[in-house]
Every structure is written in C-alpha cells, then in structure tokens.
C-alpha cells in the first residue's frame, strides 16, 4: 500500500510539472483578458512533443546565439547544480543536529541566548551572505597572499566549498530552529522523566533516546527547507558565475527546458524523501523508542 501511495505520489507531481511548463500561455492570456485553454493544450502537446526524443531535441543559446542539443550538455549544469545543492544540505542538516545536541546539553538560560543570537543570523539575507563571504576571502588574501577560494567561476572551474557554505547558513538555522521545537517537545515525554529518574546522564538521554525519535520529525518536515535551498540557488550562481541549471534556464528559457530543469531537481529530491520514508515506516513504525 505504502509502495502504491509512492508512485501514486510520483505519477500526480510528474503530471502536475507537465501542466506547469505551460503556464506562461495561460498567463499571458490572463493579462489580455482571455482564457487560452485550447492554445495551453496545444501549448503542452508542441512541449511534449519537441523533447522527445531527447537526444535529438536542441536549443537556442541566447548567450552565444547558436542552436545546441540539450542533451548531454544540460546534464553538466544539472549536475554542478545538484551537488551544491545536496553538498549544503547535508552540511546545514549536519551541523543544525549536533549545535542542537549541543545547545540541549546546556542550561535553560545558555540555550535562550545561542538560540537569540542563531535567530538573528536568520534575519540576515542571503545576498548579504555571500557578498560578506566573496569579501573576506578577499580581505585574507590581502592580508596573507593566499587564495583560500575563487570567489567566482572562469572559464571551465569548478568552485564548491564557499558556494556550499553560503547556501548552507540559513538553512543550517532553520533546522536548527526546527530541531530545537522537536527536541523540546520530546524533552516533556514520559520516557524522558523515567530515564532520568533511572540515573541515565543527560547526555545518554539527549543523543541515544531523544535523538532517534526526533529525527524521524526532522527529517520529514526538512522538505521545506531544501525547496527555501532551491529558491535561493539562482541568486548564489548568479553571484558566483556558476555554471548551473539556473544560470542556463535564464539564458536559454523556453518550456522544454523548464521541463527538463524542474524534472531533474525533483527525481532525486523525490527518491530521497521517498527511500526515507520507506527507512523510517519500517523501522520505527510501531516502535516505541524509551
């Protein structure tokens, strides 16, 4: 049942990008007045139609003004893309559950304060972020004559660590807000006033009691933050002059590529949540965990 609910899941949201990629006929009937429903179909057919078959179907480069294939070449920047994606996800989710393992460790005073001061750092825009970055790594070489990153992307380089480390900062505090709210509800269960009157120390409670049962609200309700992740990754290629999938669709924008584009951030985002939540429904389901 749970298998069929997954595909169920996967067949209605690969629809749902379909009818999206659309959308800008609808719209600009919208703004005339008009309801262009037969030219939205038509609209979805020609889209449907020009992808396939993919390796044949070419775009108009508007940065060079030359017809290319998309594919393999989309794959490139699909694949830049994903791996900052997923590179600052991990980290914001690494280091949101151990500063909360850690602040769960303190008083209830000391956890008011890192709490007051990670919540400002939330306050702070993402530009701001990585231009604060781009100029310290300036401000060190200066200062010592050593490049300890590009600040930008030239010709066919690569840069990762300092673009995951931007992407990653406000995320890293909304899961750590969200980790704390779900560690502090599960502070109050009943099994956590027992270990205690046990004798177990409070930091057997927090990392092998707490922590299991709270991952699991974690993890499922973290898909909000790596969409917040998706929305700000065009500002951060932007900025870097990464060669990602968001850099492309605005050069080469188009209801085909969208399509490809949007596909590609939601399959593996999908398999993720999806083998997830088979983990934990098989695991925990049930289960109890004192």
Known sequence: MAKLGIIWRFVFSLLGIVLI????VLIGGLMEGELRLSEYLSSLQGVLKE?????????????TGREMFLFPTIAEYILYSLQILFLAFAAAAAFALAFTVLTMLLSEKARERVKLFL???????????IMAAQLGIIFIYLKTDVLISKIAVVGGDRIYWLPVLCLAILP?????????????????????????????????IVWIH??????????????????????????????????????FMRDNMSPEVFLVAIFSFFLPMFLLYSVGEWFFLRHFRGKEVA
């Open 21 to 24: 990629s659309g959308f800008p």
């Open 51 to 63: 992808i396939w078959p993919l390796q044949e179907f070419s775009v108009m480069n508007l940065r």
């Open 119 to 129: 919540y400002f750092l939330e306050s702070l825009p993402d530009l701001l972020i």
């Open 172 to 204: 890293m505090i909304q899961l750590y807000r969200l980790c704390m709210l779900t560690f502090q509800e599960e502070e109050r269960q009943m099994y956590v006033e027992l270990a205690r009157s046990l004798g177990f120390s409070k930091v057997f």
């Open 210 to 247: 707490m922590f299991r049962n709270a991952i699991i609200s974690v993890f499922f309700q973290s898909k909000k933050t790596i969409w917040f992740m998706l929305s700000n990754l065009f500002v951060l290629e932007l900025m870097f002059n990464m060669p990602g999938i968001m850099l």
